[in-house]
């Protein structure tokens, strides 16, 4: 099966090219005679002439961006497409935990029709691969694992879900979690996940040491949750790149919020630390905490992300699982004028966000499936700037939203 999208302005090329590809692969670009043994270019070909079961997508001169990735995400906890409950108010990252394990059975999370909803508003925002942590505690026991697989499952072809086990209420404090992390991942989570382990769980030792060893166990990767700021913050990430190397498990750890990467006397003796170590950042953009500096962190090499976090829920409010706002965002808070500063933003919800991930084929080069979105933009800069409506996103060379609307 051959697809050609024809008519693409793709980021580096200077004219509009054509994608070519074969079983949801891209496997060149611009060069369909490579295909098909002729010399005929894909312009001047007749689609009756070609009469060999190949599917044209007439691009438009669309720009065409490789699927954005959602490298953080909560889609267990969202109330998408369910009733406006307002949010209290609380400020505390404590007595928000602790308010939706109060409520959060009342509103009947997780939810998978809910869940569902959000995930079609992701794929018609462009989004084809998704990082969510799953709330795990002897509450909810494995159910949000479950919902999400379910709903994962229904939607593998339009989109990729992967799972962290996530502690939010705690481990060292909660008993019984670290269990259900391990089940977890029998269940189909590929990561684990952490929590504050000094400012939230009052045992960082204890803390990292658990999660680094299940995740050795398990053969699992760790993506860990840091409000901690300042130095208290700084010294726990210092653990996690040390405890990084010691397990071997460069690559493979990543550290989401990460507030105190702006604690300035430690804050490049931590690039350093993270770039040997191999740890990667992912940030949200959200309201007035630190984001983890852009510049700074490409100079250095290190793996960064970006994600919707949560998308109303019982945490907050806001939220529609738009990637390309999402990095807009995380340009506008780290002030990014430049286009190559809006390029670096772009990467956090692309190819800086599949390097948190994991993801070996990924982008707009052969070898790598077909996930992409056309967007009404003339430059990467332009679609991160303005924030174009999705006009059309393919998963593996399929079309699965067209002009907003999911298609399946
Ligand atoms: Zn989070």
Redesign the pocket.
């Known amino acids: 099966m051959t697809t050609l999208i024809e008519n693409v302005l793709v980021p580096g090329h200077d004219e509009p090219t054509t994608i070519v590809v074969e079983d949801g692969r891209i496997t060149s670009l611009g060069a369909p005679q490579m295909v098909h043994g002729t010399t005929a270019s894909v312009g001047g070909a007749d689609p009756a002439e070609r009469g060999d079961g190949t599917d044209r997508i007439d691009g438009a001169g669309l720009l065409a961006l490789p699927g954005l990735i959602d490298a953080?995400a909560?889609i267990d906890k969202t109330l998408f497409s369910g009733p406006w409950v307002p949010n209290p108010g609380v400020e505390q990252v404590a007595e928000r935990i602790a308010y939706e394990r109060r409520v959060r059975d009342d509103y009947g999370l997780p939810n998978a029709d809910y869940v569902a909803a959000l995930v079609e508003r992701m794929i018609v925002g462009g989004t084809t691969h998704v990082r969510t942590?799953t709330d795990v505690d002897p509450g909810v026991g494995l159910r949000g694992v479950e919902v999400v697989a379910e709903v994962a499952e229904r939607y593998a072809d339009a989109i990729t879900i992967e799972q962290v086990a996530f502690p939010q209420g705690g481990l060292i404090t909660n008993p019984g979690t670290l269990d259900l992390l391990a089940e977890a991942t029998k269940a189909g989570a590929t990561t684990i996940g952490g929590l504050d382990p000094a400012g939230f769980d009052q045992a960082p030792n204890e803390h990292l040491d658990a999660i680094f060893e299940l995740a050795v166990a398990t053969g699992s990767g760790l993506d860990i949750?840091l409000h901690d700021d300042g130095t208290l913050g700084a010294w726990e990430m210092q653990q996690i790149a040390r405890r990084t190397v010691d397990h071997g498990l460069g690559g493979r750890v990543a550290i989401?919020?990460a507030f105190a990467i702006a604690h300035e006397p430690t804050q490049d003796a931590l690039i350093a630390a993270f770039a040997e170590a191999g740890v990667a950042l992912n940030t949200?953009a959200v309201y007035d905490v630190p984001v983890p500096p852009l510049d700074k962190l490409a100079a250095a090499g290190v793996a960064y992300g970006s994600g919707s976090?949560?998308i109303n829920d019982l945490w907050g409010p806001y939220g529609d699982g738009d990637m390309l706002r999402r990095a807009m965002l995380v340009g506008y808070r780290n002030s990014a004028r430049t286009d190559a500063g809006l390029a670096l933003a772009l990467d956090t919800a692309t190819y800086g966000a599949a390097r948190v991930l994991g993801i070996e084929a990924y982008g707009i080069a052969p070898g790598a499936p077909a996930d992409l979105v056309l967007v009404r933009a003339r430059s990467v800069a332009e679609a991160v700037a303005a924030v174009p409506p999705r006009e059309l996103v393919l998963k593996r060379g399929r079309v699965v939203a067209r002009g907003g609307t999911f298609v399946g």
């Open positions: 953080h909560h942590h949750h989401s919020h949200a976090d949560g």
